[in-house]
């Protein structure tokens, strides 16, 4: 044992990452390494430029993550984007700032996590937060808040961008969705998130910067003695006691930096901070998962979770855009955030009806293409559960972004709980190698005929007035490709053929209880280890409607608090 020796090993210097790291060596006494595959962003200008949204895609510090080919969905590989930088994928991420609908977070605790619920998550959310309160011009603009929603004193900026698009859009959104049945939220922080809305992000708005994880959590921070950060380093896996324990303790990490293969030691914890395309798969190497996979790779079971890697949900993002009658400055933030009511107006017991009635089918089917690693009647809850949010709960059913952006205005959306399920596994040995990534995108008709279903919404809504006075011809998918009288099948193909990954993958290590598919415990730590957590986006059991990291920060908040509780720091 003759490496460096720390009190905690953190793999992954992202967005949540940093949050622990910070936390912990808030303590003078106790020692705490990072281990960063990436390097700093700081003046990447891809990453602070608040308009720079996609410039970093496909650049040194974009993992850009393969899928399989997506057999359900049209045949093509998907890119699956994250960030690789001190600050992890908030550094190249679109900054938006929601959180969750107060249910969704409820239904943690229901599931079996106990003292995770909205109540209990939300003085997380406020201790991360540092809201600016915006300024006469951006309230004019639109931006609105409670303050009561929000925290003053947090690491995190949270704001508006300095520049919004012009004062006349709002109203007319506004008005135009009224008619919808849509109307103006003022502020979704609060646990509520149905409505029209411009919604706040993660920014430093007075000098017009990104505001990511590094910026919040590690720079201020960076010459505290007691917090080593490792950067162009990967880890590979956990190394273990080979004393025999009851549980496996873990002792250290195996990373390569550029001199090599070394391991970094710890005293008390690892903790898996990698992403959750990344931290199940590293579960994987180090022998915590499915023994089926593992021994296919000749990787001595130290766990046996067979759920490791299962249970990946991620979102699928698509776009209607138009020509544009005025020129628009400034930086759009306007959301709505439709529930399926809304939606589907007198339909929609018709979508729910059969929605229930496929749904166990459907866990059949997630259960066969795990060869059985997840349990339909576990699966078949958690899609209950779903069921329930969407037609019980009317929490969001989709997110609609619009963006008037000089002469063009444009949409992305995306359905927000998606039924298809998939995963992510070792192809190899070897750390090195890729693993394989198979979110299966419209595994279930109802996830495609959602993405239909939002996309003639938003031609709709652009058909109305006063929207429409803003807009011209159609140019995505566009009116002689796809006439209003198209069939459903024409607008499926068009889905598959323009769809993407809405980047939030989530539940790959998931937080339940390990007879219902948990791969961790409430307190985040690796059933059956002594000593090692993951804290991140894999631990959410089920996906949310908000963007996802305003809830990992507080998810890392409240571990944090949990992990110096145990340890008396
Ligand atoms: P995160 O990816 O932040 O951190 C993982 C870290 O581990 C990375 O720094 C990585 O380099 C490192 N790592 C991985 N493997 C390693 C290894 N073997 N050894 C060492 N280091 C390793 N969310 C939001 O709230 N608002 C938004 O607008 C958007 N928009 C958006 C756009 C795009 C393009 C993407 C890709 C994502 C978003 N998201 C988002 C989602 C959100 O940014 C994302 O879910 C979180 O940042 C993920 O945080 P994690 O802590 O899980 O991992």
């Given at each position: 044992d003759s490496g460096p020796k720390y009190d905690f090993v953190i793999v992954g210097g992202g967005t949540s990452g940093l949050v622990i790291a910070n936390r912990l060596s808030e303590n003078k006494a106790i020692t705490v390494a990072v281990i960063e595959a990436g390097d700093s962003v700081f003046n990447n200008p891809n990453v602070t430029n608040v308009f720079g949204y996609g410039r970093a895609f496909g650049t040194h510090i974009d993992w850009a993550y393969q899928t399989e080919d997506q057999e359900y969905a049209g045949g093509s590989k998907q890119i699956m984007r994250a960030g690789k930088a001190i600050g992890g994928t908030s550094t190249i991420n679109g900054m938006s700032y929601t959180r969750a609908q107060s249910v969704q977070v409820d239904a943690w605790e229901l599931f079996g996590n106990k003292g995770w619920n909205w109540d209990s998550l939300f003085p997380y959310y406020q201790k991360s937060e540092m809201f600016q309160i915006p300024i006469l011009n951006q309230i004019s603009r639109g931006a609105d808040y409670?303050?009561?929603?929000?925290?003053?004193?947090?690491?995190l900026k949270v704001g508006w961008p300095t520049e919004i698009t012009n004062r006349t859009m709002l109203p007319a959104l506004d008005q135009t969705f009224n008619q919808l049945g849509v109307t103006f939220n003022r502020?979704?922080?609060?646990g509520s998130m149905v409505g029209l809305t411009s919604h706040p992000n993660t920014v430093n708005s007075e000098e017009n910067v990104r505001e990511d994880a590094a910026r919040a959590y590690y720079w201020p921070y960076q010459n505290r003695s007691n917090l080593k950060i490792i950067t162009n380093t990967s880890a590979n896996k956990i190394i273990w006691s080979s004393?025999?324990?009851s549980e496996a303790t873990a002792v250290g990490v195996e990373v390569t930096t550029a001199h090599g293969v070394e391991t970094i030691y710890a005293s008390k914890e690892v903790i898996l901070s990698a992403g959750s395309l990344k931290s199940p798969v590293l579960l994987e190497l180090s022998g915590v998962g499915n023994p089926d996979i593992l021994r296919k790779y000749n990787i001595p079971i130290k766990v046996n979770i067979s759920t490791v890697g299962e249970n990946l949900q991620d979102q699928t993002n698509n776009g209607l855009s138009y020509q544009g009658t005025e020129f628009w400055l400034g930086s759009p933030t306007f959301s709505v955030l439709p529930s399926a009511n809304q939606i589907y107006g007198n339909n929609v017991s018709n979508v729910a009806s059969y929605v229930n009635s496929s749904m166990a089918e459907y866990a059949k089917v997630v259960s066969n293409s795990s060869k059985g690693a997840v349990q339909e009647a576990n699966i078949l809850a958690a899609f209950k559960l779903q069921y329930d949010l969407i037609f019980e709960s009317q929490v969001p059913f989709a997110e609609i972004v619009l963006l008037p952006i000089a002469d063009s205005f444009s949409s992305e959306y995306w359905p927000l709980l998606p039924f298809s399920r998939g995963s992510v596994h070792i192809k190899s040995a070897n750390a090195s190698m890729p693993a394989s990534i198979n979110?299966?995108?419209?595994?279930?008709k109802q996830d495609l005929d959602a993405q239909v279903d939002v996309a003639r919404f938003i031609r709709k809504a652009f058909m109305t007035a006063p929207l429409s006075d803003f807009v011209g011809d159609e140019y995505t998918p566009g009116m002689e490709n796809l006439p209003d009288s198209a069939s459903d099948s024409q607008w499926d193909d068009w889905v598959k053929s323009n769809y993407r990954s809405n980047f939030h993958p989530v539940g790959t290590a998931s937080m339940l209880p390990r007879n219902m598919g948990g791969v961790v415990s409430p307190e985040l730590k690796v059933y059956g280890t002594k000593n090692v957590r993951v804290i991140d986006a894999s631990v959410l059991p089920f996906q949310l409607c908000g963007h996802l990291t305003s809830t990992l920060y507080a998810v890392a908040e409240k571990a944090a608090d949990m992990i110096k509780k145990q340890y008396r720091l």
């Open positions: 409670y303050i009561t929603y929000h925290g003053m004193n947090g690491p502020d979704v922080n609060g004393n025999s324990h979110p299966n995108y419209f595994m279930f």
